[in-house]
C-alpha cells in the first residue's frame, strides 16, 4: 500500500498565478478530503468528497480555491489567482468511511509558499 | 456545530515524565474519536481511536486515551514519555450523524517537547 500520494511536495510561486495541488488516495478508500494547516488556524478542513462527488466544501475560503476529483483515484485542489496569504501545507486524506469510523490516512502534505 | 478544545498549547517535559493532554468536545450526540500525531516535519498519523465499547482505549507506542462522556472529553496519556514523542498531538471528533456524511473536527493541536 502506497498511502496516500500529493504532488508537488513544495511549491513557491509568485502571486497572482495558479497553482494546482494533486492527490492520490488509497485504492478502495471512497472519503477523500483536503486539509489546509497554518500555525494561526491549525487544520481547517476546505472540502472533502464522497465517490468522487463533492459533499461539504463550505471551508474553501472563496471562489479563487476550487477542488474538483474526475475519478476515484485522482483529486486536484486550484488556487486561482494565488495570494500571500493562501501559504501554507495542504494535506490530502483519504478514508474507507463506514460513517466516520475509519481513521483517515494523510499524505505527506504540499508546502505552498506565495511571494 | 461542534467543536474541540486542546487546552494546551505547549507542553515540556523530562524525559521518563508522566503525559496527559487534555481534550473536550461540543457535541451531544454520538461520536467517534481519535488522536492524531504529528512528527517534525512529517504527515498526520492515527495514534488511536475510540468508536465504542471499553472507554479505556490503546493506542500504539504506549499512548492510552481515556473516552468520559459526562465530561466530553477523551484525554490522552502515556506513563513514561522519550524524547522520540516530540510532536504535534492532535484530538479529532466525528459526529455521527447520517450515512455518508463527514463531520470531522481536529483541534488546534498540543505540541509536546521532551527533553533529554
Known sequence: ?115 | AQSVSQHNHHVILSEAASLELGCNYSYGGTVNLFWYVQYPGQHLQLLLKYFSGDPLVKGIKGFEAEFIKSKFSFNLRKPSVQWSDTAEYFCAVNAVSGAGSYQLTFGKGTKLSVIP
Open chain 1, 1 to 115: 500500500d502506497a498511502g496516500v500520494i500529493q504532488s508537488p511536495r513544495h511549491e513557491v510561486t509568485e502571486m497572482g498565478q495558479e497553482v494546482t495541488l494533486r492527490c492520490k488516495p488509497i485504492s478502495g478508500h471512497d472519503y477523500l478530503f483536503w486539509y489546509r494547516q497554518t500555525m494561526m488556524r491549525g487544520l481547517e478542513l476546505l472540502i472533502y468528497f464522497n465517490n468522487n462527488v463533492p459533499i461539504d466544501d463550505s471551508g474553501m475560503p472563496e471562489d479563487r480555491f476550487s477542488a474538483k476529483m474526475p475519478n476515484a483515484s485522482f483529486s486536484t485542489l486550484k488556487i486561482q489567482p494565488s495570494e500571500p496569504r493562501d501559504s501554507a501545507v495542504y494535506f490530502c486524506a483519504s478514508s474507507s468511511g463506514d460513517r466516520g469510523s475509519s481513521p483517515l490516512h494523510f499524505g505527506n502534505g504540499t508546502r505552498l509558499t506565495v511571494t
